[in-house]
T-cell receptor, first 112, second 114 residues
Framework: DAGVTQSPTHLIKTRGQHVTLRCSPISGHKSVSWYQQVLGQGPQFIFQYYEKEERGRGNFPDRFSARQFPNYSSELNVNALLLGDSALYLC???????????FGDGTRLSIL | GENVEQHPSTLSVQEGDSAVIKCTYS??????FPWYKQELGKRPQLIIDIRSNVGEKKDQRIAVTLNKTAKHFSLHITETQPEDSAVYFCAASRGGGGADGLTFGKGTHLIIQP
């Protein structure tokens, strides 16, 4: 079975632009969570979606938004990009909300 | 919110020796504690997890212990091998990474010396 897949793998943007990152969960998994990992740090929680509804939000500004589709895939959107948004963005899926999370390879976002 | 402290930041051990990584958490409501291994440029990989109704869990060379009273949990790797070299992250959450998500420590870079 395929694991969590994310696209694109790498992305370069400039300040002020908008970006959309995509995630497909493991087949059968209904919960998707997004994390930001800055170099040398542990991942930081951004959002959790379950059954297409937002179930949790971390301490991130409103420039960050997400949604989950009927097939349980998810998008993370970031508006008005700042240099500090440069990071690895990880998606994790789980069978249900309170089950172990399995991560994808991430999208490496660089802001110039 | 939850805060997870992880020590040491770097750990170097001889191949075949044991390695221990320690974490403390602040939220007494946390009840799920996973450990992830992340090799350079790769995804975090879940290697073991423990829930608060269990004090210890073992999977071959890897074990995790939990002390709820002290809010402390540890990862133990025995008979270390070169492929154990990676960054290890501990995390805590209320119920398997529920609505509050997983709160991670800053990671431990484990180096296995040949």
């Amino acid at each position: 079975d395929a694991g969590v897949t994310q696209s694109p793998t790498h992305l370069i943007k400039t300040r002020g632009q908008h970006v959309t990152l995509r995630c497909s969960p493991i087949s059968g998994h209904k919960s998707v969570s997004w994390y930001q990992q800055v170099l040398g740090q542990g991942p930081q929680f951004i959002f959790q979606y379950y059954e297409k509804e937002e179930r949790g939000r971390g301490n991130f500004p409103d420039r960050f938004s997400a949604r989950q589709f009927p097939n349980y895939s998810s998008e993370l959107n970031v508006n008005a990009l700042l240099l500090g948004d440069s990071a690895l963005y990880l998606c994790a899926s789980s069978l249900r909300r309170n089950q172990p999370q399995h991560f994808g390879d991430g999208t490496r976002l660089s802001i110039l | 919110g939850e805060n997870v402290e992880q020590h040491p930041s770097t750990l170097s051990v001889q191949e075949g020796d044991s390695a221990v990584i320690k974490c403390t958490y602040s939220d007494s409501a946390s009840n799920y504690f996973p450990w992830y291994k992340q090799e350079l440029g790769k995804r975090p990989q879940l290697i073991i997890d423990i829930r608060s109704n269990v004090g210890e869990k073992k999977d071959q060379r890897i074990a995790v212990t939990l002390n709820k009273t002290a809010k402390h949990f540890s990862l133990h790797i025995t008979e270390t091998q070169p492929e154990d070299s990676a960054v290890y992250f501990c995390a805590a959450s209320r119920g398997g990474g529920g609505a509050d998500g997983l709160t991670f420590g800053k990671g431990t870079h484990l180096i296995i010396q040949p």
